[in-house]
């Protein structure tokens, strides 16, 4: 308006007539923001009318709104300069409203100006950075603005614009200083009071409060105070401002009541007191307030209270106040006695007035709720036999499991476990379904105490309930399997939890199948997390069975795993065990030396030296066991027997075994250890003696093998054959198959039992023929002689066929190892290879075998030759004759061996013959060992190669000798066998090369012989 004044009194009515056109123009190009247009017709006018200022006023508007400003504040140059002035700090505040001017040309214009322009300059500034970047960056931006003469305009400003964005601690940071100097008007009081009370700063409302004077604003502090405290939920500041307001009379009825409110959020009893009346509070409120605030006032105030007013909330403070004297005497009306009985039951249960509750009780009507609450206090007053009979009543009135769970325990703590089992049996066979997992495991309980009597009815009724715990359900039905009711086990092995533990007590007799059993078990702890002494339980069960089972490592890994303070002697004595049987003797020691001493401990500490290679100490240790022992402690007299066998002491093995026996005379399994003892002595009484303790033990084991077969060869010693036989064919039979029996292998069965066929063969062989075939360059036969006066000339083979004849003569052909036989024997030789029947002899005569153990046979033998084309000329003598065959006992015979591939033999022969009438005497022998060999046949073949030495001797008119080794290779065949009897027949061929060393018997002839035996 200054502009266009002045312009009207500078400008002729000629120029204003002619400046209306552009200046129209120039309006509306503006409103069209066509400032480049704005800019033409202004410099247009201004060159026709320089003196029009509003021309002016719109060239540099239009220069400003292109972004020129410099032109803009230039094209003011020609106005006068205060008007210019006041146009360029309009210019610049659209330069700034429209975000043209950088904070550094801000800086440098509030540098410049002073005053309402450089206030409008920071407040146009402020509304742009609002605007743009929001209050916070504003106000950050007006805290560097540095004051000039106009700090209250710009804290004033400031405080506004942070109250906008409720950043009171700006407002307070703003309007603090000037209220310290008290320039502030009422609106900057009113707005510091709320950024005060906003902020919670208590401190400052109560200096604004205290520097105020009495008057709307120190009373707007403190009502605004109050109030925001109250709606943070911070009473004492709220009730301290709302009395300072009531101090000084300003105290409104409405602001009264927030004072009560706040009164009785602290707990300020005699505010309360005071201000109740006035509030119409009424007398059982008050009391409720008073209460819980522990007035001790409040039980007196509670006595003035009309009960009439509200008889629940009368009874609900007596109740809280224990107002038992008010209860006993006051008269609530008639539908309210029920409830004020029961709360005075509760004030005399709460108090310890048992006594007293229980009177009041027995006055009521003996409902179920009745009952219940003389059980229960019955119960605390320790008499549990009379809690349980009401328990049990409130149970058969009301059915609650509750009651039955009270009623069981109660009778089972007060030693009536029947009466408990009665009830809870009764409970389980009218609706198992509703007893509780409590009342399930003690039924459990009292039913493992004694299940003789239960049905397999009502206990499979409790064991399949599925609430039943895991942990009672397998001990009863481990006290079932100890009692041997398994069917009832076993009926549950496939549910979705299998009771392992129970099934491997049923498994006893079968330790393998019980060892797995008690896995499962174990692992079966381990999953439901079972407390540690479960957990152990089931691994010491599983570590005995391991070991039954003949796992000892596997059991010693188990007794590593069990906890050592829950071990007792036993479980020590048996974790040494398996420590030993495992070879761990170091634990086995220090796991032994832990346990007490006794018979059992010394013995096992025993078989442990002598696993550390001790043997003193170990008898010395089954020496003091055998002290320890009981006369009738048979187990460990026999254990000490076997230490003292292993120990090498076999006086004492037999002695211990012997007292073991005569401990237990009944046992079977001691007289068979006795007798097979006695059975393996090297004399004849002890031998004897052996078989009537076998036969005993016979009985209760029929199908003992080695029992039968060691009753054999004693039989067969004594001479009584048929019983040998007997006790043969029952080993033979009761072992149709090469099979592993106790600590005998599969292999030493099968030899055990090729032995008993052999034996079986032997002592029923009574006939035996023979038939043989040689070819030598030396004579090859013992106990043959031959007339040939050209042996040494002839320089061809000698041949021989023999066959012979064997009868066992006597009532068994083999009468404890011995036997007489007589015999014939046909005898073809020559002296060339196709020469077959130059000499012929006829033997016939007896032959005895006088020992037992040895091979030994003496001949007595009518022999008559005669020579090829010569019949008229026998001779007949007497021939006397013993042979030998030594070095071939044991594992050098040349028995077939059924379980080996390969093996050596070995024989010494020797012979001697002597012919009576003509003097002739005969010496041969011949040592022999070769490498036998299986051949991988269907039949039973060998191949043996061979060297042997040779020595003949020879006294016609003289003595001749002739002494040869041989290298050569035989070949057997074995056959004919049955189910009792080894091969009966045998046929052998061999072939040998003879090298002489030296002799004049053969001329020390050199060559082959072939041999061909055939046993039938």
């Known amino acids: 308006m200054l502009i266009v004044c002045h312009q009207a009194q500078a400008l002729s009515e000629f120029d204003e007539f002619r400046s209306y056109p552009y200046l129209d123009r120039a309006y509306r190009a503006a409103e069209a923001r066509d400032w480049a247009e704005v800019q033409r017709l202004m410099e247009h006018l201004i060159g026709q009318v320089p003196g029009n200022i509003e021309a002016y006023r719109l060239l540099s508007q239009a220069l400003e709104k292109q972004g020129n400003l410099d032109g803009a504040v230039a094209a003011l140059g020609a106005l006068d300069a205060n008007l210019a002035a006041v146009q360029i700090n309009a ?49 950050a931006w007006l805290r560097t603005v540095q004051a000039k003469g106009d700090g209250l305009a710009l804290d004033r400003y400031r405080a506004t614009l942070a109250e906008r964005v409720q950043d009171w601690d700006q407002v307070i940071d703003a309007l603090v200083p000037h209220a310290l100097e008290n320039v502030l008007e009422e609106d900057d009081w009113r707005r510091l009071a709320i950024a005060m009370v906003q902020s919670g700063n208590e401190k400052g409302v109560n200096a604004m409060v205290a520097a105020l004077p009495d008057g709307d604003i120190r009373r707007f502090v403190l009502k605004t105070g109050a109030d925001r405290a109250i709606a943070l939920g911070y009473p004492e500041p709220a009730q301290r401002w709302l009395k300072t307001l009531e101090d000084s009379g300003q105290l409104l009825l409405s602001d009264e009541d927030k004072l009560l409110q706040t009164s009785l959020a602290l707990g300020d009893t005699a505010k309360v007191r005071e201000l109740a009346p006035r509030h119409d509070m009424d007398c059982l409120t008050l009391v409720d307030w008073l209460s819980h605030q522990g007035d001790p006032g409040a039980l007196a105030t509670f006595a003035e209270c009309d009960p009439a007013d509200n008889p629940e909330s009368w009874l609900v403070l007596a109740d809280r106040l224990d107002a038992i004297a008010l209860l006993e005497t006051t008269a609530l009306p008639r539908q309210w006695q029920p409830r004020q009985n029961a709360v005075l039951l509760d004030r005399y249960r709460a108090d310890g007035h048992l006594t007293k509750a229980l009177a009041l009780l027995q006055r009521q009507p003996q409902t179920a709720a009745t ?97 039943l715990g895991s942990m009672a359900r397998e001990g009863l039905l481990e006290q079932l399997a100890r009692q041997d009711r398994c069917a009832l086990v076993k009926e549950f092995a496939v549910s979705p939890s299998p009771p392992w533990g129970p099934l491997g007590i ?36 599983l570590a005995y069975a391991l070991f039954a089972a003949g796992d000892p490592s596997a059991a010693w890994r188990e007794w590593q795993a069990v906890e050592v303070n829950l071990l007792e002697q036993q479980d020590r004595l048996a974790g040494a065990r398996s420590a030993l049987a495992s ?30 290679g001790e043997p003193p100490t170990s008898l010395a240790l089954a020496t003091d066991a055998i002290s320890q022992a009981a006369p009738a402690d048979s187990a460990t007299f026999e254990g000490a027997s076997q230490l003292a066998q292993q120990a090498g002491d076999d006086v004492l093995a037999r002695r211990w075994l012997e007292q073991a026996q005569a401990a237990a005379p009944d046992s079977p399994r001691l007289a068979r250890e006795l007798g097979l003892t006695l059975a393996s002595s090297d004399t004849q009484i002890s031998r004897q003696q052996a078989i009537p303790l076998l036969e005993r033990a016979r009985h209760a084991y029929p199908e003992d093998i080695v029992s039968a077969s060691t009753l054999g060869a004693l039989y067969a010693a004594v001479g009584d ?15 149709p198959l090469d099979l592993r029996v106790g600590d005998d292998s ?25 038939l043989s075939s040689s070819w030598s360059p030396a004579s090859p036969t013992p106990g043959i002689r031959s007339d040939s006066e050209d042996d040494s000339a002839s320089g061809h083979d000698i041949n021989t066929q023999i066959l012979q004849w064997d009868h066992a003569l006597g009532h068994d052909p083999l009468s404890q190892g011995r036997q007489l036989a007589g015999y014939v024997r046909t005898i073809f030789g020559g002296d060339d290879r196709d020469d077959f029947m130059r000499g012929r002899s006829l033997g016939m005569g007896l032959r005895a075998k006088p020992l037992a153990r040895h091979n030994i046979n003496l001949y007595a033998e009518v022999f008559a030759e005669s020579q090829k084309n010569d019949d008229q000329h026998t001779d007949i003598d007497l021939l006397l004759r013993a042979s030998g065959s030594l070095l071939d006992q044991g594992g050098y015979s040349n028995e077939w061996r059924p379980t080996e591939d390969h093996w050596h033999e070995r024989s010494l022969y020797l012979d001697g013959a002597w012919w009576t009438q003509r003097g002739d005497v005969q010496l041969f022998s011949r040592y022999r060992q070769g490498y036998t060999l299986k ?82």
């Not at 700034?96 to 300059?121: K, P």
């Not at 199948?513 to 691994?539: M, S, T």
């Not at 054959?721 to 072992?735: G, K, P, S, V, Y």
């Not at 020595?951 to 290298?967: C, F, K, Y």
């Open 91 to 139: 210019l610049r505040r659209d330069w700034i409203a429209d975000g043209h001017a950088s904070a550094d040309q801000v800086d440098q214009w509030l540098a410049e100006t002073s005053g309402a322009a450089r206030s409008e300059l920071w407040r146009t500034r402020g509304d742009y950075l609002r605007a743009t970047r929001g209050a916070p960056e504003a106000l």
């Open 746 to 770: 599969a292999e030493r069965m099968a030899e055990r039992r090729y032995r008993q066929r052999r034996q079986h063969e032997s002592l029923t062989r009574r006939d035996r023929i023979t």
């Open 583 to 612: 070879g761990d003797t170091e634990e086995a020691w220090r796991w032994w030396n832990a346990s007490s001493a006794s018979a059992e401990h010394s013995l096992l500490g025993a078989r442990i030296a002598l696993a550390n």
């Open 371 to 467: 009952l219940r609450e003389r059980a229960e206090l019955t119960q605390r007053l320790s008499r549990p036999l009379a809690a349980a009979k009401l328990w049990e009543r409130h149970y058969l009135m009301s059915g609650e499991t509750h009651s039955l769970d009270q009623a069981s325990y109660l009778y089972l703590s007060s030693d009536h476990p029947l009466a408990a089992r009665q009830i809870l049996q009764q409970a389980l066979l009218a609706a198992p379904d509703r007893l509780s997992p409590q009342a399930l495991d003690r039924l459990a309980f009292l039913y493992r105490e004694d299940t003789a009597k239960i049905p397999d009815g009502t206990l499979a009724i409790l064991i399949q309930q599925p609430r």
């Open 721 to 735: 054959n048929a019983r040998a036989l007997t006790r043969l064919e029952q080993a033979i039979d009761l072992q």
């Open 506 to 541: 049923c498994s006893r007799d079968r330790p393998g199948q019980a060892a797995r059993y008690f896995q499962r078990a174990l692992a079966q702890r381990l999953e439901q997390q079972a407390p540690i002494g479960d957990v152990n339980q089931a691994r010491k069960r």
């Open 935 to 1016: 051949l991988p046949t269907d039949s039973a073949q060998t191949l043996m190669p061979y060297a042997s030495l040779q020595a003949t001797s020879h006294d016609t008119d003289g003595w001749d000798e002739d002494v040869r080794v041989a290298a050569g290779l035989r070949w057997e065949l074995w056959y004919d066998e049955d189910h009792y009897n080894a091969f009966r027949r045998k046929l052998s061929v061999s072939t040998e090369y003879q090298q002489s060393l030296g002799g004049n018997l053969y001329d020390g002839r050199d060559g082959w012989m072939i041999h061909l035996e055939w046993s039938l």
